[in-house]
């Protein structure tokens, strides 16, 4: 791997989160491992039920009753003053305990999916960035209060000051990811997690957010963790990809050169499946084969053969591949390499 | 705000007029003249009545005019504050409701009491701690709060303490105070009664309020919002208070419009069983000695009380929530 | 799954894998329901427990042991008899110990005292008092009882009342009463929401204003008062019959508006779900569209709907007739039994008069709880 890249600050080792349900156990995430260093934007790809979310509430804890997190290791460098860093395994801390309340909001904020649901409607956005300011900095009220008017400005919210006492119901559906992204930046924190942040608004709106998150990533140097399943936002914003699948890293590498050298049949399968200016016009655009399948009945194997064309039958159902660079990238196929993992736990 | 609740405060007229229409008709629903009979009964009785004294009945009801203006005598009469008189026990209705109202009140009150404050806190242990051993002992306490008739849940506690203490349950008074005129020592000795019928009305309500919170909390803990406060770095029980309760007790809140009728209601039974002196045995009392106008308007004024409680609910709802505030 | 690999882009891999799911992804919008219903343990055995009381409602006599009207003074207040099956500390067939009565020559009361000597045997399927099953076909024979052979004594599983009335057969023919009012006044009242909670729904606008402002106006009545005071306009001359059916319509008039609100509610978002677009731009008439496809789409809901509804409707008829303006003795209700133990005297001195509202309690208790599992179950979005 290249080796101009800055600490990782974050690093998550083979991290498994499970589901036990009453009709079996749903393995959201199964043995994903990826780094975070500093300063970067790390796109996670994947259609929708792979494990990308599950992986990011994983990292702040905040997977649901019955999920748990079942093995692997978060790997947190935590450097609140600047000075002395700790290492935290986020993986082994209590959820809900006062270190990973420490973190939450303080080192590791999140920006939501949904903006408008993420705003408790009975109060306004004001008390609720106030209050994660106040919980993570020792300051008074007013001081609390004049942060968090300092951040909606730095995030763009035209007159700040009259928007502070406003509820979440009655901004602009770009005012109020705005409003969620001032929430998230009150403590300063070092990681951003960014959960699908701009799949609910218009496109124009959109390429604004990301445009305001580009500016803030390299105005605070913070890193990000992007997940999305538009490639197009990846392209535009992430300097390095991790591709999901069923719960899996399938494969990972910077975005110039996955992008242009996709090695992995699943990450060829999702590029090729994007409209393309250059493409003809009128042609029919691939998909990728099959539907993903039920999340209790995983395939034995690699999870993507039933719908890879390019399957070695006798190898890619009985094993599975390991995560293996390859060239820049790492790549998980027996296509690349014939390394496979040991029979599973 | 103001607008919300003055908006509110005009439908109250209206509705009142469609109550008091109700309410006559019901007065007017049971077979034959109520003076007819009521006559005919003091005959039986042995004692008659002067026929200047049946006039003037017939003039104050307006009972020998159509049916249409003897509700407008009736609601001119109301307005007037002249509640009408009471055949069977020959006094002013104002007087009879008078001295239950304040007893009625104030154990419907304390069953309000009651209710939210043992159903807020047990609906919410139960959400938070779904599927835990508390969440069920609440669940199991619940379906048989639902089931049980407050009526037969009076009895058991009378019979328990008598047959088991030898105490009797019974009455707002011990027999001391019973006949006293009020004081500070009379107000403690009732005090020191009304909380067992207060609790035994709240107990259905209680179980339905529990399950409502529950379920509306569970939807909320679900909510983008909770998770953004917990990602905040909230601890727990503070954000659960702070965030989903809020918005899980607005419709709490908003029940109180049937709940107080569902009390008023409630509280007839468990006083005649209990033998309490309030508005309920008098109005059973008068429906069934067919003394139709004091039970129109006992029916009239539950039916007041029922529009003061909604109103009351908008505007704490209209407190709570911003959003019904400004709309 | 080797033909998988080699064809990839035709075979869904969920098919080989998931044949119970396929039968799940076709069912019926009832049968999930049912499916789902079954895995609530609880509310099945409260299933089968209804199912009984159903079957005891349909022919009381035979179930009872007695003649419920069949009164004597000398029986007064006697208190229930246990079956026992240990006599002398040996195993015996199930009998019952006769008991004396004797009055109390300072009191005046009669008191009763267990007679350890003498066994009255308990059987099976015996003989007793002739009455016709389903109203036309003459019987004698009896679930449980003693044998005729001991006549003269009479056995009083539950007690006996201020008459000397049979509290165990009473409640058998109160259970008649009390069940049936409830199912018809639901009934009444299901029809009438559905059919105005459906025109609310369905066309919207001022019938919709209307037919809200008259459910608010309705809800936001003192019910039991109203009850009461229409309760006490039925004439004392009626006949049971007539009384019974005035309170079952007294009882709906006021039930529907509950019903009615659900209905409109599923109406409203139904309208706008994409199947009832689809059938309306097909071209699907006005009454296929709602018969077709919305009404099975809310069918288990309303049923959900309508379990809740009844043990209100049994609650209310107890009341009702605990007060004495609901059914009329000698009609048997469970809430006429229970005005026998209106006050604490009386309970005091017969605490087993409670026991017809330990029924009233369970049979509320297992239709909410199997209300509860229906509702459940009937929501697609559940789990």
């Known amino acids: 791997m290249n080796e101009d890249r800055g600490d990782v600050v974050l690093s998550v080792r083979n991290l498994k989160t499970h589901f036990p349900t009453d009709d079996g156990v749903v393995k959201a995430v199964d043995g994903v491992t990826f780094d975070l260093h500093q300063g970067e934007v790390l796109g996670v790809v994947g259609e929708s039920g792979c494990g990308k979310s599950i992986t990011m509430k994983s990292v702040m804890q905040l997977v649901g009753k019955p999920g748990r997190i079942v093995d692997g290791q978060i790997l947190f460098k935590r450097n609140r003053d600047g000075t002395n860093t700790e290492e935290v395994d986020i993986a082994k801390l209590r959820t809900n305990g006062k270190k990973i309340r420490e973190i939450r909001g303080g080192d590791i904020a999140l920006i939501p999916q949904e903006p408008m649901a993420s705003f408790s409607p009975l109060h306004s956005i004001g008390s609720q960035i106030v209050e994660a300011v106040m919980l993570h900095q020792d300051v008074s009220k007013q001081e609390a209060k004049r942060i968090a008017i300092e951040k909606l400005n730095e995030v763009g919210m035209p007159s700040a000051e009259q928007r502070f006492d406003a509820y979440s119901w009655q901004l602009s559906g770009g005012l109020r990811q705005r409003a969620i992204i001032a929430l998230a930046l009150a403590c300063n924190p070092s990681i951003l997690i960014a959960d699908e942040p701009t799949t609910a608004i218009d496109v124009t709106t959109q390429a604004q957010i990301l445009e305001l998150l580009k500016r803030l990533q390299r105005e605070h140097g913070s890193s990000i963790l992007f997940i999305t399943h538009d490639l197009g936002v990846i392209a535009q914003l992430a300097d390095h990809v991790v591709v999901m699948y069923l719960g899996r890293v399938m494969e990972q590498g910077a975005v110039s050169d996955v992008f242009t050298h996709p090695r992995h049949p699943y990450t060829r399968a999702l590029l090729a499946s994007i409209p393309s200016l250059h493409s003809e016009p009128r042609i029919e655009l691939p998909t990728v084969a099959g539907g993903i399948p039920h999340p209790l009945q995983r395939p034995n194997g690699c999870p993507f053969h039933p719908r890879c064309p390019d399957a070695i039958p006798g190898t890619c159902d009985v094993a599975m591949p390991k995560l293996l660079d390859v060239e820049q990238s790492k790549v998980a196929c027996f296509l690349h390499h014939d390394e496979a993992e040991e029979a599973d736990a | 705000m103001h607008l919300f609740i003055l908006k509110r405060l005009l439908i109250a007229p209206f509705l009142l007029a469609i109550f008091s229409v109700i309410a006559f008709v019901l007065i007017q629903a049971p077979p034959g003249d109520f003076l007819t009979s009521y006559i005919a009964e003091l005959a039986q009785g042995g004692t008659s009545i002067g026929q200047e004294q049946i006039e003037a009945l017939r003039q104050q009801y307006g009972l020998d005019r159509p049916t249409y203006v003897q509700y407008f005598v009736w609601v001119g009469n109301l307005l007037q504050g002249d509640l009408g008189t009471s055949f069977e026990w020959r006094r002013s209705n104002a007087e009879l409701i008078g001295e239950r109202l304040a007893l009625t009140l104030t154990m419907t009150t304390i069953s309000l009491i009651f209710t939210w404050a043992i159903a807020i806190p047990a609906g919410i242990i139960s959400a938070v701690r779904q599927y835990s051993g508390i969440d069920y002992v609440i669940t199991v306490l619940n379906y048989i709060g639902l089931a049980t008739p407050n009526f037969l849940l009076a009895l058991l506690i009378m019979w328990f303490a008598f047959d088991q203490f030898g105490v009797t349950v019974t009455g707002l008074f011990s027999p001391e105070y019973v006949a006293a005129p009020w004081s500070l020592a009379r107000v403690a000795d009732m005090m020191s009664r009304i909380w067992l019928p207060a609790l035994v009305l709240a107990v259905a309500g209680t179980a339905e309020v529990a399950r409502v919170v529950r379920a509306n909390l569970l939807d909320e803990l679900d909510r983008p919002y909770t998770e953004m406060a917990r990602a905040k770095g909230l601890p727990e029980w503070r954000l659960v208070l702070k965030y989903p309760t809020r918005v899980a007790i607005a419709p709490v809140i908003s029940t109180l419009g049937w709940y107080i009728p569902r009390l008023l209601s409630g509280g007839l039974v468990v006083s005649v069983v209990m033998s309490l002196p309030t508005i309920g045995p008098l109005l059973l009392r008068s429906l069934i000695g067919q003394d139709m106008y004091l039970a129109g308007t006992i029916i009239l004024l539950y039916s007041v009380l029922t529009i003061v409680g909604t109103l009351l609910s908008d505007i704490l709802l209209a407190l709570l929530d911003p959003r019904i505030r400004t709309a | ?383």
């Not at chain 3, 509290?167 to 009934?187: C, D, K, N, P």
């Not at chain 3, 009438?192 to 608010?216: A, C, K, P």
């Not at chain 3, 049979?363 to 559940?382: F, H, K, Q, S």
């Open chain 3, 1 to 383: 799954m080797s033909h998988a690999a080699t064809d990839p882009a035709t075979t869904a891999p969920s098919t080989s894998h998931d044949d119970r799911g396929n039968q799940v992804y076709v069912a019926p919008g009832w049968k999930l329901t049912w499916l789902r219903f079954k895995k609530h343990r609880l509310a099945l055995v409260f299933l089968w427990l209804i199912g009984l009381i159903t079957i005891v409602a349909t022919i009381p006599a035979f179930f009872a042991t007695m003649d419920p009207d069949d009164s004597r003074a000398a029986r007064a207040f006697r208190p229930p008899q246990v079956i026992r099956i240990v006599h002398d500390g040996t195993l015996t067939l199930p009998f019952v110990y006769a008991a004396e009565s004797a009055r109390n020559p300072r009191t005046l009361k009669l008191e009763w005292t267990v007679d350890r000597e003498t066994r009255l045997p308990v059987r099976m399927f015996v003989k007793g008092f002739e009455y016709e099953l389903f109203g036309f076909i003459p019987v004698d024979r009896h679930f449980v009882g003693i044998p005729p052979a001991y006549e003269g004594s009479t056995v009083h599983f539950l007690g006996t009342d201020r008459l000397g009335r049979d509290q165990w057969s009473r409640l058998m023919f109160g259970t008649q009463t009390s069940l049936s009012i409830g199912l018809v006044a639901v009934a009444i009242s299901t029809l009438l929401g559905i059919l105005l909670g459906g025109i609310s729904g369905y066309y919207g606008g001022l019938v919709d204003n209307v037919i809200q402002r008259i459910i608010e106006i309705l809800q936001s009545l003192p019910p039991i008062p109203i009850w009461l005071a229409l309760s006490a306009a039925l004439p004392r001359t009626w006949s049971v019959t007539t009384v019974y059916f005035a309170i079952t319509v007294i009882l709906a008039l006021l039930g529907w508006t509950r019903l009615a609100r659900e209905v409109r509610g599923r109406f409203l978002s139904l309208r706008e779900e994409d199947f009832v677009s689809a059938a309306r731009l097909v071209g699907a008439s006005k009454m296929r569209i709602i018969f077709s496809h919305m009404v099975p789409s809310f069918m288990s809901h309303i049923i959900a709907a309508v379990t809740l509804a009844i043990p209100l409707m049994i609650l209310n008829e107890t009341f009702l007739s605990f007060l004495g303006l609901g059914m009329r003795p000698p009609a048997i209700s469970w809430g006429v039994m229970l005005q026998e133990a209106q006050n604490l005297q009386s309970v005091v001195n017969a605490p087993w008069l409670m026991i017809p509202g330990l029924f009233v309690i369970l049979t509320v208790l297992a239709l909410n709880i199997i209300g509860d599992g229906l509702r459940d179950a009937a929501d697609p979005y559940a789990n």
